[in-house]
Nanobody
Framework: QVQLVESGGGLVQPGGSLRLSCAAS????????MGWHRQAPGKERELVAT???????NYADSAKGRFTISRDNAKNTVYLQMNSRKPEDTAVYYC?????????WGQGTLVTVSS
């Protein structure tokens, strides 16, 4: 069973930057697609960004130009660099791993954007 552990959440001021990390257990990481999702208070979970095993990326409109997803297969880790943070980015951010029928989630890390 794959385990995903997110880190890097916290409080950031509007306009600031933050980088989230998600470490995965097991060897399947390098052949799996990875993604970041978020869930704001009172809202449904939504996709933020994905990266394929080959490095192809996809972003939600709200993330384009501000967020960057990347992966380090040697470290079994996927990152989400978030710049120009806005209060509406406040949410719990979840890491996701997908490979065929395998669909694993981390426990989430809270990011709060506030002055």
């Amino acid at each position: 069973q794959v385990q995903l552990v997110e880190s890097g959440g916290g409080l950031v001021q509007p306009g600031g930057s933050l980088r989230l990390s998600c470490a995965a257990s097991g060897s399947i990481f390098r052949i799996a697609a990875m993604g970041w999702h978020r869930q704001a208070p009172g809202k449904e979970r939504e996709l933020v960004a994905t990266i394929s095993s080959g490095g192809n990326t996809n972003y939600a409109d709200s993330a384009k130009g501000r967020f960057t997803i990347s992966r380090d297969n040697a470290k079994n880790t996927v990152y989400l660099q978030m710049n120009s943070r806005k209060p509406e980015d406040t949410a719990v951010y979840y890491c996701n791993l997908r490979r065929f029928t395998l669909d694993a989630w981390g426990q989430g890390t809270l990011v709060t954007v506030s002055s």
